[in-house]
């Protein structure tokens, strides 16, 4: 595998952008189910204005590139995924910092256990609260227990797509207990979560990227 | 979709010019995504500071101005702004007497205004938050604190800036803003959805002849889908709903039935027709009414009403003149 340099991080968080952008209309009708029906344009947003800063970073390394991102969330989104975001990927440059490549499981547990646990101080949510963090926490656990175990970086980031998957699936099950969906309390069961879809696809197009 | 846009991704920014340069006798623009009263900070004077997600004009941002609030940010389409322009109207409010933060109880409202607080008192600049509460539709009367803020804001804002106008001090401010939100309450009803420009599509689907009770103002679903009534019956079930939720007997109140932006003014004048008839066999004395557009959901069709327990000074500030770029009272 050749190096996950700067350019490689920088070209995966904008094929993320792409994915979500191009899945925008499938986010919003599963917020629009239990919520306000605007998840998907929100995710955009900020991911459309990530994408236009990472394309014109000058020699980035995996620090700006996520520090970047943060950026965009940060300065154009707001909501609730606005937040999150900015401090999942600032979580993500701080885990980075000093690296020139991320090139293990190691490396990349690292980064998402960072940006769960951010995320689950940023927004007081625990796993099974039905939010983007029953794709993210378990996605981090399987990465590291991968890593742990001497597993690939492509093998750990599989394991992780796979992992945020089931925890997708999981959300049909569960009542909301954040966010505008919390208030429907029973009739949003049934549903899958929106944040946590599009958790799932950041992390599966992160794999997709770098394997 | 057919609306009067550009690119709906430019709609916010493009609203926001227009907005700003159509009431620069008021307001002015604060950083790229808020707007502060021209006059402001106003030394001595407690900031008040208002916000949300846009799509809900007058509601927040039209609130600014004399007699009005001090700033707002303004968020994207039904989402909570950015800390960053929170924090560009929390400085553009402080006079030096601190910041009263007053916004709908959601959890993306909470988490950005809650970082833009702790930023602001890094700064120096004391700042209090009160949550609109207002709908009784969002959460048993055990659980109020869980309930969101809807068109109630106006009644309770109007009480709070009015109060801060009057120079008191920041610990009065506070719980004068506190005690309106605490004797307001509304209940709606939604009879069509509305479509956020970048999402394309409407936030959810009726049939012709339903109506949802107790939507949200984002179109979150409510607690009842039924087949449209007489809107007599409506707003019986409105009103009842919330003289059960808090006493009103042998209260002054203020009434404000407010429409969600495609529903005629007409219809909401026979909806107050209504809420009179109910008051007044109940004895429950009307001493303030509002009826119009305050907080809408873009072109949703719908209504709600608000009632606003008074006591003497809340009935006192609500009284009080107020010239805002969308509200005029004298």
């Known amino acids: 595998m050749t190096p996950i340099d700067g350019s490689k991080v920088t070209a995966a968080l904008i094929a993320v952008a792409n994915v979500i952008e191009a899945n925008k209309d499938y986010l919003c009708a599963l917020d629009s189910d239990v919520g306000d029906g605007d998840h998907g344009v929100s995710m955009t947003i900020g991911m459309r204005t990530a994408r236009k800063a990472l394309q014109a970073l000058q020699h980035p390394t995996p620090e700006t590139a996520f520090r970047t991102v943060a950026e965009a969330f940060a300065d154009e989104v707001g909501a609730a995924s606005g937040a999150l975001y900015e401090g999942a990927f600032e979580a993500a440059a701080r885990a980075s910092a000093g690296k020139a490549t991320l090139d293990t499981a190691a490396d990349w547990a690292a980064i998402y256990e960072a940006m769960a646990h951010e995320m689950q101080v940023v927004g007081k949510a625990e796993l099974g609260d039905k939010t983007l963090l029953d794709a993210w926490l378990p996605a981090a656990q399987a990465l590291r227990e991968a890593a742990d175990a001497g597993a690939s970086l492509s093998e750990g980031l599989s394991r992780a797509t796979a992992a945020a998957l089931a925890g997708v699936e999981n959300t049909k099950h569960l009542i909301p207990k954040r966010g505008r969906a919390s208030r429907l309390g029973e009739r949003a069961r049934g549903y899958q979560d929106a944040g946590a879809t599009s958790a799932w696809l950041i992390i599966k197009t992160i794999e997709e990227s770098l394997s | ?330």
């Open chain 2, 1 to 330: 979709m057919k609306k009067l846009i550009n690119d709906p991704f430019d709609f916010v920014e493009e609203m926001l010019e227009g907005f700003c340069a159509a009431h620069d006798d008021l307001i002015k623009r604060v950083g790229r995504r808020a707007i502060a009263r021209v006059d402001a900070p106003i030394p001595g004077k407690v900031g008040v500071v208002v916000g949300g997600g846009s799509g809900h004009l007058p509601l927040y941002t039209a609130f600014v101005g004399k007699g009005g609030a001090d700033a707002a940010p303004a968020g994207n389409i039904f989402a909570s702004p950015p800390a960053k322009p929170i924090l560009e109207a929390t400085r553009a409010a402080n006079g030096g007497a601190g910041v009263v933060y007053f916004y709908g109880n959601y959890a993306g409202d909470v988490l950005n205004f809650d970082r833009a607080a702790a930023m602001a008192e890094a700064e120096g600049i004391r700042v209090a938050t009160v949550l609109g509460t207002d709908d009784v539709a969002s959460a048993p009367p055990g659980e109020a604190h869980h309930r969101r803020g809807i068109a109630g804001a106006f009644l309770v804002v109007k009480a709070l800036c009015a109060k801060a106008e009057t120079m008191a001090d920041f610990d009065a401010v506070v719980a004068t803003a506190r005690k309106a939100n605490a004797n307001t309450r509304t209940m709606g009803v939604a009879l069509t959805a509305c479509t956020v420009p970048a999402n394309g599509k409407p936030t959810f689907s009726i049939g012709d002849d339903e109506m949802e009770v107790g939507l949200g103002v984002h179109g979150e679903p409510g607690v009842r889908r039924a087949k449209l009534a007489p809107v007599d019956a409506i707003v019986d079930e409105l009103v009842e709903t919330i003289l059960a939720d808090l006493d009103f007997t042998g209260s002054d109140v203020a009434v404000l039935v407010n429409g969600l932006g495609a529903t005629p003014y007409e219809e909401l004048y026979v909806m107050y027709r209504r809420v009179k008839q109910i008051l007044d066999a109940r004895r429950i004395t009307i001493r303030r009414k509002y009826v119009g557009e305050y907080a809408t959901s873009l072109e949703m069709a719908g209504a709600s009403v608000s009632l606003m327990r008074l006591d003497a000074e809340l009935h006192d500030l609500l009284a009080m003149p107020m010239h805002t770029p969308m509200i005029r009272q004298f």
